[in-house]
């Protein structure tokens, strides 16, 4: 799986196969014919009103490939770094980290394409949360 390219119908495909959901069962959730279910197999992306459908059917939240992409890949704005003020209340702002992001940058630790430094500096992870993964695994 590549978090940076995501193809949501090959995404889709796998997860059907996985549950071996029939293609009838499929054709009838969806109300369409066999050709409109492989046409969308083949999209790379999908009106999140039928993304939505597929989570309901297979049970899995597709949405979270796009909020892992996000984490990784879109630039921190200043008040998401640490907090911001409300009214005199301080509020600390966390990041979330799916399960996918975690597995995806310890990954690239693991085979080496990547250093804990460069995780670090790459995607703002605090040293700590990082090693914590590490411990995990």
């Given at each position: ?7 949501i ?5 796998s997860k ?5 959901i029939?293609?009838e069962?499929?054709c009838r959730?969806f109300e369409q ?11 790379k992306s ?6 939505l459908k597929?989570c ?8 979270r ?7 990784l890949?879109?630039p ?7 907090f911001?003020k409300?009214?005199n209340?301080?509020?600390f ?6 399960q996918?992001?975690?597995d995806?940058?310890l990954?690239?630790?693991k085979?080496g394409?990547m250093?804990v ?5 790459r995607?703002?992870i605090?040293k700590?949360?990082?090693y914590?993964?590490?411990?995990k695994?």
């Amino acid at each position: 799986m590549n978090i940076k390219d995501i193809n949501i119908g090959d995404l889709i495909r796998s997860k059907v196969e996985e549950h071996q959901i029939s293609i009838e069962r499929i054709c009838r959730f969806f109300e369409q014919t066999e050709e409109d279910i492989e046409k969308m197999y083949h999209t790379k992306s999908m009106d999140t009103d039928i993304l939505l459908k597929w989570c309901k059917l297979l049970k899995f939240d597709f949405f979270r490939f796009y909020t892992g992409h996000l984490i990784l890949y879109s630039p921190q704005s200043r008040i998401d770094n640490a907090f911001r003020k409300k009214e005199n209340t301080l509020i600390f702002r966390k990041s979330i980290y799916t399960q996918e992001v975690k597995d995806f940058i310890l990954e690239k630790i693991k085979t080496g394409t990547m250093t804990v430094s460069d995780a670090v500096e790459r995607y703002k992870i605090p040293k700590t949360t990082l090693y914590k993964w590490m411990k995990k695994i």
